[in-house]
Nanobody
Framework: QVQLAESGGGLVQAGGSLRLSCAFS????????MDWFRQAPGKEREFVAS????????SYAESVKGRFTISRDNARNTLFLQMNNLKPEDTAVYYC?????????????????WGQGTQVIVSS
């Protein structure tokens, strides 16, 4: 059974940086596509970034492209999201998720394992 646990969120001023981590427990981390999603109050959960099993391919939402970097350490079963030049509109709960293998990797319905989330608040 897969378990995910995010950490690293917090309160930061606009223009600042945070690094989120996601600890993966279970088998097969190194074979899975992993994503970050986020959900702001009153809004639907949205795609942020995705990384292939080997870390060599990544994709990003347009709103974070050039500011966020997704990466992974398969030896430590850990997923990361480096967030730079943060903006108030980045305020949300951030979730990591493991792809279940069917559907779009941009759609949260394609993911069946989720962490509890970590709160990111960006003040202006």
């Amino acid at each position: 059974q897969v378990q995910l646990a995010e950490s690293g969120g917090g309160l930061v001023q606009a223009g600042g940086s945070l690094r989120l981590s996601c600890a993966f427990s279970g088998d097969s981390f190194s074979t899975l596509i992993m994503d970050w999603f986020r959900q702001a109050p009153g809004k639907e959960r949205e795609f942020v970034a995705s990384v292939l099993w080997n870390g060599l391919g990544a994709s990003y939402a347009e709103s974070v492209k050039g500011r966020f970097t997704i990466s992974r350490d398969n030896a430590r079963n850990t997923l990361f999201l480096q967030m730079n030049n943060l903006k108030p509109e980045d305020t949300a709960v951030y979730y990591c998720a493991a792809y279940k293998g069917t559907g779009s990797t941009y759609n949260p319905r394609s993911f069946d394992s989720w962490g509890q989330g970590t709160q990111v608040i960006v003040s202006s």
